[in-house]
């Protein structure tokens, strides 16, 4: 059973860091592709940054230069260090696994809340 389990949201001035960690069972960790999600109050959830088994990166557009992704495949673990926060980056964040060969993210974790004060 694959099973994500995120944690490192809260609350936090605008301007500031935060790290999102998700630890990820129950899966050949280094051959997936894990990204993470938010999804905003009364907005659609939106892919934030990905990284794929060979460690390549990719980012929305909102969040490039802010957030970085980064996997430790000893741990099986993804991280989302986000800097330079601001309050539109307010959102629920969902890890979420695909796997090798697949198209889709069909595996999710139970979401962490992340709130940006101004």
């Known amino acids: 059973q694959v099973q994500l389990v995120e944690s490192g949201g809260g609350l936090v001035q605008a301007g500031g860091s935060l790290r999102l960690s998700c630890v990820v069972s129950?899966?050949?960790?280094?051959?997936?592709?894990v990204g993470w999600h938010r999804q905003a109050p009364g907005k659609e959830r939106e892919l934030v940054a990905r990284?794929?088994?060979?460690?390549?990166?990719n980012y929305a557009d909102s969040v490039k230069g802010r957030f970085t992704i980064s996997r430790d495949n000893a741990k099986n673990t993804v991280y989302l260090q986000m800097n330079s926060l601001k309050p539109e980056d307010t959102a629920v964040y969902y890890c979420?696994?695909?796997?090798?060969?697949?198209?889709?993210?069909?595996?999710w974790g139970q979401g962490t809340q992340v709130t940006v004060s101004s």
């Open positions: 129950g899966y050949i960790f280094s051959i997936a592709t």
């Open positions: 990284v794929a088994s060979s460690g390549t990166t």
């Open positions: 979420a696994l695909r796997k090798w060969g697949d198209l889709t993210y069909e595996y």
